[in-house]
Each structure stands twice: as C-alpha cells, then as structure tokens.
C-alpha cells in the first residue's frame, strides 16, 4: 500500500505524536508499506527521515514557540504533486490545518481517510487559551472533535479510555484501539552511569527521572510536590526532567517555590539514540503522573530499558500499566505518590524485582504488531470505499502542471 500521512508536527519537534509517525513509517516500510509524510518546515535542521516527507512552508505559533502553522495554500499547491502519488489512503495525525487540508486532499482525490486522536485536547486546550473559562474550552474541544470525526472513514484511537471518552462526546465514527508500538531493540544499552557521571551525580544517589515534554498538561508541578514530600524521607533525592517546552519556565519557578534547589536537574532535549538511553537508565525509578495521555509512550521506553516505574494510571496510562509487572501504580494524589516513590527508593530488592520484570512488559507492545494491525485496518477501509474518478479540480491541476 501507498498511504499519504498529514501532520501539524513532526521531528525535530520532539513529542508522543512525532514519535508514534516515526515509529509507524519505519514499521510500515519493513513491511513493504510505502508512506509519504506532508509536515511543516522547521528552522531547524531535520535528521535523516524514514520514507519521502514534504516539508511545507510554516510560521510559529503564540504562546508555542516549538510548533508550527503550515501554509494551506502551500498544501494546495502539492495537489498536483499528490494526484500522481499513487496513493490508497490518506491518515491524519493532527486536528490542526493537517485535519481540513487533509480531508481536501483525500476528497478531491477520493480517497479514504483515517486519523489518530493522539491528544486529549478536553485536558489540553485550556492551558493555551487561559483566557477562556474551562468549561467552555472543554465545550469548544467536544464539539470540535465531534465535528472533525464525522468527515473521516474511520478514527485511530491508542487506549480503551480515550475511545470511551469519545463515546461519551457521542462520536460513533467506526474506530480502532491502536497504541503506538516501541522496537525492543532501539531500547537497549543504556549507561546510567556514563549520564550520571556527565552529570556530576553520584553513582549511589537515589535518581527519579522525568521524561516528557514540558507542558502544563504534562502534570509535572504535581511530580515536583510529591518529590518535596518524599524528600521529608529521603533527604538526598534528586529529580532528572529531561525535555523542554511552553512551561518550563513555569516548572523551574515551581521548584524554587517548593525548596527543590539541588534536587531538580533540567537537562533538556536528548538524542534519543544515545543520552536519552543513558537518561533513563540513571533512574532509580522513572516517575509520571500526567492525566491527559492517550497513551504514554515514555511508559513502555522506561520499562523495556529495565527501569522501575512509578506512575498514576489515567487515561491511556491505565492501558499500559494494567498488566505491567514492572511498574507500582501510584494513587493521583501527592501524599500517596510520594509514598510510593519512597517504597521503592528505600527497598533494593524491591527495586531489583521489578526491573528484572520490566522488559517483558512490553512483549505486547512491538512496533511490528502494532503496524501490521494499521495494515489490516487500512486495508478494511480501503475495501469498503467506494472508488469514483478524481475529481475535476485535481484533473484541472494536473493537466495545468504538465502543459508547464
């Protein structure tokens, strides 16, 4: 199959969604599944890519210096480009220009369409529009997913919880519980103490590490109060986020207020084939807490590379968490957390069993697995669309190009 993907980010913007489109392309490529990918352009210089991907003409976005507003004319322009791509599918990622001008395309070159609803914007939009009271951005977020999933064939939902949410909003768009999968064998070899001796820790120092973009939605002033808590037990904790983001200045005036000068060490973006490994294998325990994943990728990393978890389990975390032998499920409140961070810091053996355990837990969870379920879908998708001519505004483009 050829399958042309649309998305608002992409790397280098380092988040769950670049990560699950990479993870995708290259799965779907070693199954003989070509891909496209149209995302914007960054001014930063982009890494070798998995499969053809068109960088289209951006600018910023306010209050989100890292993201990216694609032009939609730009996009336009491609039409001609696209028409003779010889695709099956379309699949958007985000709900942003990538969802209208995706939908376009996949009309006017009557093809199906599917989209993953990577983000829980109900939990999310608030935090960038502060200025409108909450319940109406929840209001604004329902009905605008409500409105985007009636124009698509079928909607990719990564956790059983998300899709109940979307039930709930009263969306019955055919859709599939499809979690993005992790390659085992890119999560191997880190060097907890190559990171800690860059970083000037100790090799014996209790570590908690924190991996995730640096937004509000990621819930991280709760991990820093529950770190203050645990500190009451143990003095010496110290309190790795690596990542950056919208709130982090946010999260370091946080800290400040809650006495963690010398326990919070903020190291930022990490090549994710090299520091990033070593990132999470400093940890004495990965920690996490936040209440608006779809799924929780950085979950699954910290357990395949044997690293103990401590995390709430909300939303699509409960997915990853419910059957993890690897990880203690914390109570989303401060006290209980910290607890539990104290539990396993103080008990080696604890600490011993269920990094043992770890890797296992992600057996279910391969990128293979998980696109060879994109495949089928896509393919059942595909079958039941009903196939008609281009339409004439893409046969007009067309013809226009090649008299050029």
Request: glycine share 6%; hydrophobic share 50%.
């Amino acid at each position: 199959m050829r399958i042309l993907m649309i998305s608002d980010v992409s790397f280098p913007r380092v988040n769950g969604v670049s990560t699950s489109i990479e993870t995708f392309r290259r799965s779907l490529a070693a199954l003989g599944h070509a891909s496209t990918l149209v995302a914007p352009a960054y001014p930063a210089a982009v890494a070798a890519e998995a499969g053809e991907v068109i960088r289209v003409r951006s600018r910023g976005v306010p209050r989100d210096p890292e993201d990216r507003l694609m032009n939609r004319r730009a996009i336009q322009a491609l039409l001609p480009t696209l028409a003779r791509g010889g695709f099956d599918l379309v699949h958007i990622h985000t709900p942003f220009v990538a969802h209208y001008a995706g939908v376009s395309i996949a009309r006017e070159l009557n093809l199906p369409v599917v989209e993953t609803y990577h983000t829980f914007f109900e939990e999310y939009l608030h935090h960038y529009v502060p200025v409108l009271p909450r319940a109406l951005t929840r209001l604004i977020a329902r009905r605008l997913s409500r409105s985007q999933c009636r124009a698509i064939d079928a909607l990719i939902v990564p956790s059983q919880q998300m899709l109940a949410t979307l039930r709930g909003y009263g969306i019955d768009t055919r859709a599939e519980v499809l979690p993005t999968g992790i390659d085992p064998e890119r999560f191997q070899g880190g060097d907890g103490q190559r990171f800690r001796a860059a970083h000037g820790i100790a090799a014996d120092r209790p570590v908690l590490v924190h991996i995730s973009r640096v937004a509000h939605e990621k819930n991280i002033d709760f991990v820093l109060e529950a770190v203050a808590r645990a500190r009451v037990a143990v003095p010496e904790l110290l309190l790795v986020i690596a990542g950056e983001g919208p709130a982090l200045a946010h999260v370091k005036r946080r800290a400040a207020e809650l006495g963690l000068a010398g326990h919070v060490l903020f190291v930022g973006y990490l090549a994710r084939d090299g520091a990033l490994l070593d990132c999470y294998s400093a940890g004495t325990a990965f920690v996490f807490a936040s209440r608006t994943e779809t799924q929780g990728l950085v979950l699954l990393e910290a357990l395949a590379l044997g690293v103990p978890v401590v995390s709430t389990a909300v939303m699509g975390t409960a997915d990853v968490l419910k059957d993890a032998k690897g990880a203690l499920i914390a109570p989303d409140e401060v006290e209980g957390f910290a607890a539990r961070v104290v539990e396993l810091v103080r008990d080696p053996a604890l600490r011993a069993r269920l990094a043992a355990v770890a890797p296992a837990d992600t057996k279910a969870w391969t990128a293979t697995a998980m696109a060879e379920r994109l495949v089928k879908l896509y393919r059942s998708v595909v079958a039941t669309h009903p196939s008609r001519p281009y339409t004439r505004p893409v046969l007009a483009a067309t013809e226009a190009t090649r008299a050029d």
